[in-house]
């Protein structure tokens, strides 16, 4: 992989990188889709890796679609897949790991203790491997996306991350590689995320500006399901994901519940429409 990106810098491709763990679905798709747009070489790179996993979490279970991946991936237009083996990325021995301190322990790092040093560790490693110009991830991981654009500005590495717009199901249902484990019922019950963030997008739009309120709004909601046990629903500025009182300035509303026994995430981004102004602007 290393003599194949050297080969593309050398004749000055622009080089763009989809990261993924398989099980690719639509969403995925939308990351090629924009990095053939930009770049004349899009990589993509499959690898389920182990280090972003906790000890009582989903690893040997993740779904993993090899073949049918593959297939996926050549239809979209990739030009090369880059699928090492948990040995070749984590040699014996393996001791250096990448953190990037304080935004890795909020929210989502609070309730995966392990998982964000997992997440840098290996994207920090795709990076030296590949040097892309351009690395595309999705908005439903909106920690993930800002602790790697940290990490990025922190170490001056080349790569410019692209964040692109969440993927939906026609009801609303985030897409998620853990969404083949819901039941039918489940199923049903799982859109009352997009249910309460829409909510949310709703008192945004009447002039709700409090975030306690809105915070108690996204419980209500999520409560009334039978089958959901929430795990955080917060509202953070969107550099350092630290909670806000009132929704000024470039926000996050974040969710996280188990459906069942399936964690799923999702979110709404919050921007002014010009600096200093009331007027939002709500991405879903």
Sequence with gaps: MKQIARQARTESRVIGLVPTMGALHTG?????????????????SIFVNPAQFGPNEDFTKYPRTFESDKEKLEAAGVDYLFAPEAAEVYPKNFSTYASVEGLSERLE????????????????KLFEIIQPNYAYFGRKDAQQVRIISKMVQDLNLDAEIV???IVREADGLALSSRNVYLNAQERTAAIVLH?????????????????????????RVLFAEKLVRVDYAEIVEA???????????ACYILLAAYVGKTRLIDNLYVEPREPGSDDLTVQL
Aim: proline share 4%; aromatic share 4%; with cysteine.
């Design 28 to 44: 995925h798709a939308s990351l090629i889709e924009r990095a053939r747009k930009d770049c004349s070489t899009v990589i993509a």
């Design 239 to 249: 550099e350092a994901f630290e909670p806000v009182t009132w929704v000024s300035k």
């Design 195 to 219: 249910r309460a963030l829409s909510a949310a997008k709703s008192e945004l739009a009447a002039g709700v500006r409090n975030a306690l309120e809105l915070q108690r709004l996204l419980e």
């Design 109 to 124: 790092g609070k309730s995966r203790p392990g998982h964000f040093r997992g997440v840098a560790t290996v994207v920090l």
């Design 163 to 165: 964040t692109c717009p």
